[in-house]
Every structure is written in C-alpha cells, then in structure tokens.
C-alpha cells in the first residue's frame, strides 16, 4: 500500500522569500506523483505531476518539484512566493494505470506574510 | 465550460437524518470520483463510478454510504442516519478518461461542507 508523508502541516514565509514543501511517499509499485494546491473554500487544482521522464517537474504559478527515487521524495519549490500563493497544498501518489485514485498526504498550510 | 459543480455547497443536518450530494462531471467527463475530508486532513478516496457502474469502493465505509452515477443526471452520494462524526467536506472530481489510463489530473469541484449537530 502506498501512503504519503507531508512533513511539515504549516509554513509561515515572508513574501519574495524561496519555500520548499516537503513530501516523502512509500509504495512498492511505480507511481505517478502530484502537487495539488487547495484555496480557501476551493476544491483542489493540480499544479504539477510527474509521470515519467525529467525528474524535474514544472508546474503553474512557478512552482516545481523534484523527483527523487532513491530518496522517495517530491518536494515541491517556488523561488519567491508572493501572497497569492497562501493556501494548503497536497502531495499525492497513484499507482500506475490507477490515476483516479489518489493516496493523499495530509496538507502543507502556506502562509505568505507581507 | 462549467467544472465539476457539487450541490449543497453547505448542508446541516440533525443526527440520524439522510444527507444526499450531488455532483455534475465537467462536460465531456463519464467518470466521477468522491473523496472526504476530515478536518486537519488529507483526503481520502472514497468511490469512482462510470456512468451506472461503480467501478472501486474500497474506501467507503460498510454502512450508510452509497454512491451513484446513473444513466442521466448528477452521480450522488448518499449518506443514511448521520452521525457526528460524518462531518467532513465531500469533494467531487471527475476526469475524461477511465482510471487504467488516467494520468491523475482530476478536476474537483468545490465540495460540499456536512455538518452533523
């Protein structure tokens, strides 16, 4: 069974600063692996996956993320965040071929202060 | 396009008393997706539905839950005698193609708020 590990539930930034959103997961399967961003009375939006291929991963809003197998973590970056970017963001994993189904960390509260 | 619309956005209901959610698939999408979150968590797959068919419901619990997706209108979740601690937010998604080839981009809607007093 797969399962997802947010290590950290809030982050306080000063805006412009850098942020790192740490996600570690488990699974003895391959797995397809997503950034999901969730604002205030808002269903989820995806920012970012990775599939395959580059284990660098551009997203929207000037986000990415990492992929590293050996390590089995996807932590998500943005150089300098501004206060827009206040929300909870998930870290998702999926088996292969089982898309729909996603194994969801337990959220990163960001909070980007002036 | 409309996304994914769920209705009530926020719904209260009396121990013991039925709560139903509806949701509405983008258009062009035939699978749906429900998920629940607790509060101070993560979500948690509960049913993925085709049209008349449930496909997976592993994560729903044995009893007092059902989910459906008919031919025509919105896939419901129905929840018989609720008690407090089915107070949660239910989100819908849905996507265009079916879970074997779903790379995982689901599109959800904004969720339906329960409260159980």
């Known amino acids: 069974a797969q399962s997802v590990t947010q290590l950290d539930s809030q982050v306080p930034v000063f805006e412009e600063a850098p942020v790192e959103l740490r996600c570690n997961y488990s699974?003895?399967?391959?797995?397809?692996l997503f950034w999901y961003v969730q604002y205030p009375n808002q269903g989820l939006q995806l920012l970012l996956k990775?599939?395959?291929?580059?284990?660098l991963v551009k997203g929207i809003n000037g986000f990415e993320a990492e992929f590293n197998k050996s390590q089995t973590s996807f932590h998500l970056r943005k150089p300098s965040v501004h206060i827009s970017d206040t929300a909870e963001y998930f870290c998702?994993?999926?088996?292969?071929?089982?898309?729909?189904?996603?194994?969801f960390g337990q959220g990163t509260e960001l909070s980007v202060k002036p | 396009n409309a996304g994914v619309m769920q209705n009530p956005r926020h719904l209260v209901r009396r121990r013991g008393q039925e709560a139903r959610l509806r949701c509405s698939p983008m258009?062009?999408?035939?699978?749906v997706y429900w998920y629940r979150q607790l509060p101070e968590e993560g979500l948690k797959f509960m049913v993925y539905?085709?049209?008349?068919?449930?496909?997976?419901e592993s994560g729903m619990p044995k009893e007092r839950f059902s989910a459906e997706f008919p031919k025509e209108g919105p896939s419901i979740l129905r929840i018989q005698q609720v008690v407090r601690g089915d107070s949660a937010a239910y989100f819908c998604?849905?996507?265009?193609?079916?879970?074997?080839?779903?790379?995982?981009?689901?599109?959800f809607g904004e969720g339906s708020r329960l409260t159980v007093l």
């Open positions: 998702a994993v999926s088996e292969r071929y089982q898309g729909g189904k996603l194994i």
């Open positions: 990775y599939l395959s291929g580059s284990t």
């Open positions: 258009k062009g999408h035939s699978h």
């Open positions: 539905l085709q049209k008349e068919n449930i496909i997976d």
């Open positions: 699974s003895s399967v391959s797995v397809y």
């Open positions: 998604a849905s996507s265009r193609q079916g879970a074997q080839a779903n790379t995982g981009e689901l599109f």
